[in-house]
């Protein structure tokens, strides 16, 4: 009796990477300034923890966006990465400004933003990393300040 061997097809498996839309530093400016104003907002007027309340206004993503901004400036280029999944804590801060009376102006402008963001999300980028911080693939790999990948020689 022969024993069937099932098809093995699946490679080494590697991590997907996720794709980005592209947002100006000006957008990128207004999106921390939203997040930020969400955790103050809900850290004053809700008794929830502090991760809980960096979770629900999405400020975790501040320093992350400040890495690819600077990235993104020691390149000379003018739009910063932003993953297609990020855009749903921009959503949760909007909806939570709603909730814990948000300023109108940051809150309009989050609307504005969270309307750009899903125009753009029809042409979402492929990204890679440079010295562990995220850049869109297509980028000239060299700096400003020369070539993103150091050399030793």
Known sequence: MRRRHRDKTHGPSTPATPDAIAITARETATLVEILEHAHARISEL?????????????????????????????????????????????????????????????????YELLNHCAHRKKNAYPLRYVHGVMAFADEDEDTTSGPATPSLT
């Open 46 to 110: 809700s008794d929830a923890d502090g991760e809980t309340v960096a979770d629900a206004s999405g400020s975790t993503l501040i320093p992350l966006l400040y890495a690819r901004a600077g990235l993104a400036s020691l390149q000379g280029l003018n739009h910063i990465p932003l993953l297609v999944g990020e855009i749903g804590l921009l959503e949760a801060a909007v909806i939570n400004l709603e909730s814990y009376e948000g300023n109108e102006v940051v809150l309009c402008a989050g």
